[in-house]
């Protein structure tokens, strides 16, 4: 299952090439609406612009720059989403289970069960049960993109 960390560089990558996107978007915009093409546009007073910005949107969409933005914006926001899911039911753990919880899914490091039973003092078996438990838990309340195998 992926953890929070590796959660987090999903998120990360997706936010760089939405960003990227963007700065492309902002790319084909500028060269329909140059500083001075737009001085241009406003001393001719004639449908330049309007001409321009169907242009535009007609690259946006044959480049399939828009839909790729929109797809990607999509994809940000379904990974804050969960990631603020999963932070949300750390914070609602004590005991024994927010340790289990922190060390098998929240730390950078991927801690076996054997390595958490023994950082907690728990006996593999206890660690085990409350593994399968949490196993459970975790596939009814998440989806398979939020915690892949």
Known sequence: MKNYYEHIAELKIAEERLEYKLR???NIYNKYFSIVSKIKDVI????AINDKM?????ELEETGLSAE???????VNELKYHKNKMEEYLSGLEGVEYDFIKLRYFEEHHYTLE???QKLG????RIKQLSANYERE??????SITLKK
């Open 24 to 26: 492309e978007k902002e």
């Open 44 to 47: 001719a007073r004639n449908n």
């Open 54 to 58: 169907s242009e535009y949107l007609i």
């Open 69 to 75: 933005i929109e797809r990607l914006q999509n994809q």
């Open 115 to 117: 390595e958490i039973a």
């Open 122 to 125: 728990y006996s593999i078996d």
């Open 138 to 143: 975790i596939k009814k309340n998440y989806t």
